[in-house]
């Protein structure tokens, strides 16, 4: 008989595999590994990430990965911007490959009418390999062939048929730069894999972080097709699950699945943070009224392992506020716990102590 999951099951799995459920003695990179890449359309997010799954960490370790190339800024799942280690990204590109240009055809196919996709990246990817530019720098640059087409949808476009990444300064804590693009290939210094991997391993990992999980999930998250066959390749390694709906849940064979009842102390999670986003049915973590949040770019707090409030930062001259607006009523003993954590995000954010307020929505 099939073991039955809680939603609150899910929940404590979902906090211990994002690293949630206490800070982990973990390197920043080997945290990236594991949470296979961290969302990045927002260049500093990351960092309170990091900041809220690991101990000890500081912006200088992600900074030091950005500029050693180890860790690079580029489109993969759901054609969204993803931190990601240099090997993944060199691994995973031509897997997400087709699923990135169906996804740019399917909003730009308007805006780009006689464009030969094949003759646009031809034409850009030497301005990006040249130098690193921005995409509508380049969108402009070979706009003389195009000339009723925007420059800005011709850069859109390039950013799907040409594997780019993003490159520092952009997404250095501290600054504030342009989105300049060069190819992985000319940033990493080596090919891309002349055919696309299995997405075999990529299930797995994803599993192994966001587990226990419905293939409607896997699918979601990833925005690939063609799964049905990698998960009935990889079923005789997989343990299975329901939900409390009847969904057939897939699992990694040593996933972690902690009591239900054990604590998880209040958290600060970034915008378009995965352990939200990760999934097709999301109630595991936020309940589906405010299901409209998590892709607004809200930056959410946890309480009890579950979206409680929306948080914001404000300064006044060298004075920090942290601004919690709540979801829900908080009692005193969560408001009190979140306070404490939401002191330390300010010194994190601003190195000195802040004001911690609570507001309802």
């Keep these: 008989m099939t073991t039955t999951l809680s939603t609150r099951d899910l929940n404590r799995a979902l906090m211990a595999r994002q690293l949630l459920l206490d800070r982990r003695e973990m390197s920043a990179l080997g945290a990236i590994e594991h949470l296979v890449g961290m969302q990045g359309e927002e260049p500093h997010e990351p960092y309170v990430s990091l900041w809220s799954r690991l101990q000890r960490f500081q912006p200088d370790e992600l900074v030091e990965l950005l500029q050693g190339r180890r860790v690079v800024r580029t489109l993969l799942m759901r054609r969204t911007l993803h931190l990601v280690t240099a090997g993944d990204a060199l691994t995973w590109r031509p897997l997400h490959q087709p699923m990135l240009e169906t996804r740019a055809m399917g909003t730009l196919r308007r805006s780009l009418p006689g464009v030969d996709l094949a003759q646009l990246a031809a034409a850009g990817r030497p301005f990006f390999e040249e130098r690193p530019r921005t995409l509508p720098e380049v969108g402009r640059a070979v706009g003389e062939r195009w000339p009723h087409v925007a420059p800005r949808d011709l850069g859109d476009a390039l950013s799907s048929f040409v594997a780019l990444v993003q490159v520092?300064?952009?997404?250095?804590?501290?600054?504030?730069?342009?989105?300049?693009?060069?190819?992985?290939?000319?940033?990493?210094?080596t090919s891309l894999a002349d055919s696309p991997p299995p997405a075999d391993d990529l299930v797995l990992r994803y599993l192994a972080a966001y587990?226990?999980?419905?293939?409607?999930?896997?699918?979601?998250?990833?925005?690939?097709?063609?799964?049905?066959?990698?998960?009935?390749?990889?079923?005789?390694?997989?343990?299975?699950?329901?939900?409390?709906?009847?969904?057939?849940?897939?699992?990694?064979?040593?996933?972690?699945?902690?009591?239900?009842?054990?604590?998880?102390?209040?958290?600060?999670?970034?915008?378009?943070?995965?352990?939200?986003?990760?999934?097709?049915?999301?109630?595991?973590?936020?309940?589906?009224?405010?299901?409209?949040?998590?892709?607004?770019?809200?930056?959410?707090?946890?309480?009890?392992?579950?979206?409680?409030?929306?948080?914001?930062?404000?300064?006044?001259?060298?004075?920090?506020?942290?601004?919690?607006?709540?979801?829900?009523?908080?009692?005193?003993?969560?408001?009190?716990?979140?306070?404490?954590?939401?002191?330390?995000?300010?010194?994190?954010?601003?190195?000195?102590?802040g004001r911690v307020g609570f507001v309802r929505s």
Aim: proline content about 8%; hydrophobic content about 40%.
């Design 168 to 189: 520092p300064p952009r997404g250095i804590w501290g600054e504030t730069a342009p989105a300049r693009n060069t190819t992985i290939e000319a940033w990493l210094g």
């Design 211 to 353: 587990g226990p999980a419905a293939s409607a999930d896997v699918r979601s998250w990833s925005g690939l097709s063609g799964l049905p066959a990698v998960i009935a390749r990889l079923r005789p390694r997989l343990r299975t699950f329901r939900d409390e709906r009847g969904r057939e849940l897939l699992d990694t064979p040593d996933g972690l699945l902690p009591p239900s009842d054990v604590p998880v102390p209040p958290r600060f999670l970034p915008a378009f943070d995965n352990a939200v986003l990760g999934f097709d049915d999301r109630t595991r973590i936020i309940d589906d009224s405010n299901r409209g949040l998590s892709v607004a770019g809200a930056r959410f707090l946890l309480v009890d392992g579950r979206v409680a409030g929306t948080w914001q930062v404000a300064r006044n001259g060298d004075v920090a506020a942290l601004r919690v607006t709540e979801l829900s009523n908080l009692a005193t003993r969560d408001r009190d716990a979140v306070v404490v954590e939401g002191e330390q995000l300010l010194r994190f954010l601003s190195g000195t102590p």
